[in-house]
């Protein structure tokens, strides 16, 4: 069974770190762009960070730039989402996801929001 497993989530103050791991079973994440996104209550779904699956360059929203590290352990078929300077805006269910097309990028994936498998989401909520 294909699946990813979120955890990580969770409140924290303005100004805060949370870091958000995504483990993937059943497939490896080796030859897919990966990439998070969020939707924050009455807000639409949006691109967070892509990771591309070959040289492991990264795509960011303006949002989170400089503020959040997007990574992947091919050791542990796991990805990663440091999240730094957390703001109440960074409110949000945030869901990774990885793409198998070859034709893609990172910033294909994050700005056409595609994703082959999608987790079931963790929340994060940032107080002010």
């Known amino acids: 069974q294909l699946q990813f497993v979120e955890s990580g989530g969770g409140l924290v103050h303005t100004g805060g770190s949370l870091r958000l791991s995504c483990a993937a079973s059943?497939?490896?994440?080796?030859?897919?762009?990966i990439g998070w996104f969020r939707q924050g209550p009455g807000k639409e779904y949006e691109e967070v960070a892509c990771l591309n699956s070959d040289d492991d360059s990264a795509y960011y929203a303006d949002s989170v730039k400089g503020r959040f590290t997007v990574s992947r352990d091919k050791a542990r078929n796991t990805i990663w989402l440091q999240m730094d300077a957390l703001k109440p805006e960074d409110t949000a269910t945030y869901y990774c996801?990885?793409?198998?097309?070859?034709?893609?990028?990172?910033?294909?994936?994050?700005?056409?929001?595609?994703?082959?498998?999608r987790g079931q989401g963790t929340q994060v909520t940032v107080s002010s």
């Open positions: 059943g497939f490896t994440l080796d030859y897919y762009t």
């Open positions: 996801a990885a793409d198998g097309s070859p034709f893609t990028t990172a910033q294909r994936m994050c700005l056409t929001l595609r994703g082959d498998y």
